[in-house]
């Protein structure tokens, strides 16, 4: 069974930085692309970043490019999302998700993705 658990957010003022984590289980990256999502109160889900398990490869939205790096390790079955230069509108729960990769990174940033985790909710303060 798949399970994808975050942890990490919180309250955080402008400016500042938060690491998100994404422990994985069910599931070895190795063929899996892994994700960041996002979803603001009264807003649509958004996608935030992608990494491909096997190459490491990379993809994120626009809105965060140059704020925001994915990492993952590996070998604890762990994503990352380090994120500077916050901003109040990066307030949103944010969730992990994967699937078996046979789409590229831009289309599961659009698209999504078949497995979620519950999220955690980040807040940035003006």
């Known amino acids: 069974e798949v399970q994808l658990v975050e942890s990490g957010g919180g309250l955080v003022q402008a400016g500042g930085s938060l690491r998100l984590s994404c422990a994985a289980s069910?599931?070895?990256?190795?063929?899996?692309?892994i994700g960041w999502f996002r979803q603001a109160p009264g807003k649509e889900r958004e996608g935030v970043s992608i990494?491909?398990?096997?190459?490491?490869?990379?993809y994120y939205a626009d809105s965060v490019k140059g704020r925001f790096t994915i990492s993952s390790d590996n070998a604890k079955n762990t994503v990352y999302l380090q994120m500077n230069s916050l901003k109040p509108e990066d307030t949103a729960v944010y969730y992990c998700?994967?699937?078996?990769?046979?789409?590229?990174?831009?289309?599961?940033?659009?698209?999504?993705?078949?497995?979620w985790g519950k999220g955690t909710l980040v807040t940035v303060s003006s």
């Open positions: 998700a994967a699937e078996r990769s046979i789409h590229s990174g831009s289309y599961y940033l659009l698209f999504g993705m078949d497995y």
């Open positions: 069910g599931f070895t990256f190795d063929g899996h692309a």
């Open positions: 990494i491909e398990g096997s190459d490491g490869s990379t």
